[in-house]
């Protein structure tokens, strides 16, 4: 919904993902004005990201995670893990994340732990700095 009213000129601006913004931008409905990305996509070559557009620390990508209850044995973890990285390493050997404008990275359990804390971290830091509170 959001979208569809900065296509519809009800709301100036939307931070979303470039696999939902790309064919408004495409068709001209919706003007790109950034990739938070580190790097421009290969999809919109000319819009340019954050830090180029004046924004150094505004880099962000999206990301997926799978999570599990806390009492999954470890067993079915790596079995979940290895469907998971096999199932990633497929859509990547076909190139079929591309057009979305998506890439597989697979983390193991440790490491997930280890970007989700980061993430968290970050994301804290950021309300902080902004002056954000729940009332």
Sequence with gaps: PALMDVAGG??????DSLVALQPLARAG??????ISAADRSPLLP?????AEAGLPAFVHHSWYGLW??????DERIEALAQAV???????????????LGLEAAVL???EFRIFV??????GSELLRQSGFHVD
């Design 46 to 50: 000319r819009v340019p990201t954050f």
């Design 108 to 110: 193991g359990s440790d």
């Design 10 to 15: 009800h709301a100036d601006l939307l931070l």
């Design 29 to 34: 409905r919706v003007r790109a004005l950034a």
């Design 68 to 73: 599990a209850p806390r009492d999954t044995p």
């Design 117 to 122: 804390t980061n993430e968290l971290a970050a």
């Design 85 to 99: 990285a096999g199932a990633a390493a497929a859509l990547e050997s076909r190139q079929a994340l591309r057009p």
